[in-house]
């Protein structure tokens, strides 16, 4: 053999073999070797684990957490919160007047399932298209 020569082995399950079906470059097979080997779920991305004790409270803490009992205070300490703003505050009673144009409801341009331009039975009341994108009162839903 003339220059230099690339040794061949073999990757199986088991381990690196000197025959086999596949065969791979040695240099191929130590690396990809050590990869697949140095992959080891416990060094996965994550929080640290906690000591014994600490892991004990965290879990008792979350199943208080969870329970009616907290819920119903947490519940209590909203409705005695005195820095919002009160349902019956003159305010909120104000009338604001009616709503705006662009939020009152289109009248639909025909009546019944079917529509008489199209033949669409179940279509839109309005031509969706009328103005060149897919509204509705106003509203664009292509985006």
């Known amino acids: 053999m003339t220059g230099s020569s690339v040794r061949y082995l073999s990757y199986t399950r088991s381990g690196v073999v000197g025959s086999s079906l596949a065969r791979f470059p040695a240099h191929f097979v130590a690396t990809a070797w050590q990869g697949w080997r140095g992959f080891n779920?416990?060094?996965?991305?994550?929080?640290?684990?906690?000591?014994?004790?600490?892991?004990?409270?965290?879990?008792?803490?979350?199943?208080?957490?969870?329970?009616?009992?907290?819920?119903?205070?947490?519940?209590?300490?909203?409705?005695n919160d005195t820095t919002k703003e009160s349902a019956n505050?003159?305010?909120?009673?104000?009338?604001?007047?009616?709503?705006?144009?662009?939020?009152?409801?289109?009248?639909?341009?025909?009546?019944?399932?079917?529509?008489?331009?199209?033949?669409?039975?179940?279509?839109?009341k309005q031509d969706p298209l009328r103005y060149g994108d897919y509204s509705f009162n106003g509203r664009v839903t292509d985006f």
């Open 89 to 124: 505050s003159p305010i909120l009673k104000n009338d604001v007047g009616g709503f705006s144009p662009e939020f009152t409801r289109t009248l639909p341009e025909f009546s019944g399932d079917v529509n008489p331009k199209t033949g669409e039975k179940g279509g839109p």
């Open 41 to 79: 779920t416990k060094e996965a991305p994550g929080p640290p684990k906690l000591a014994d004790e600490d892991q004990e409270e965290f879990e008792r803490l979350q199943k208080v957490a969870m329970s009616q009992e907290a819920i119903e205070q947490y519940n209590a300490s909203i409705e």
